[in-house]
């Protein structure tokens, strides 16, 4: 892409050694500065996708932990699980819900309309992790 003029220049050729030019006005070009611009920005950085990351390996190390680790005789006779394992869940949920939550404020209505498949089912899982933990 090169930039000339107050215009962004788009260059593509084909195999067939045929070459096409696009001209887009950089002045139409928007930028978002907006607070959820900045919050969608953030939101789909790398730092953010890590820390939702970490989370998820902390659940699923917790839950190997929780599950195989501890003897059997260690464990709630009623089956339930512990202390400990239920405030990793629960943090964990709350971490999800959160994210989900400033994804929906950042991009507002269109966050579910159009409708977006990931979007619902993250929505989908969230809400049924919550209900049945």
């Known amino acids: 892409a090169l930039e000339m003029f107050g215009a962004l220049r788009v260059v593509a050729g084909c195999h067939d050694g045929t070459a096409w030019m696009w001209s887009l006005d950089t002045a139409k070009i928007v930028v978002d500065e ?4 900045t919050l969608r ?4 950085s790398i730092t953010a996708c890590a820390v939702v990351l970490c989370f998820i390996l902390l659940d699923v190390v917790s839950s190997l932990v929780f599950d195989f680790a501890v003897p059997s005789d260690q464990q ?3 089956g339930r699980e512990s202390l400990a394992a239920q405030s990793i869940t629960w943090t964990v949920l709350s971490v999800f ?18 409708f977006h498949l990931s979007n619902t089912c993250d929505v989908t899982i969230v809400s049924i992790s919550i209900g049945v933990a």
Not at 41 to 44: A, I, L, R, V
């Open 97 to 114: 819900a959160v994210d989900l939550a400033l994804h929906a404020v950042a991009e507002g209505r269109a966050y579910l309309y159009p």
């Open 76 to 78: 709630d006779c009623l």
């Open 34 to 37: 907006t607070w959820r611009g």
């Open 41 to 44: 920005k953030w939101m789909d």
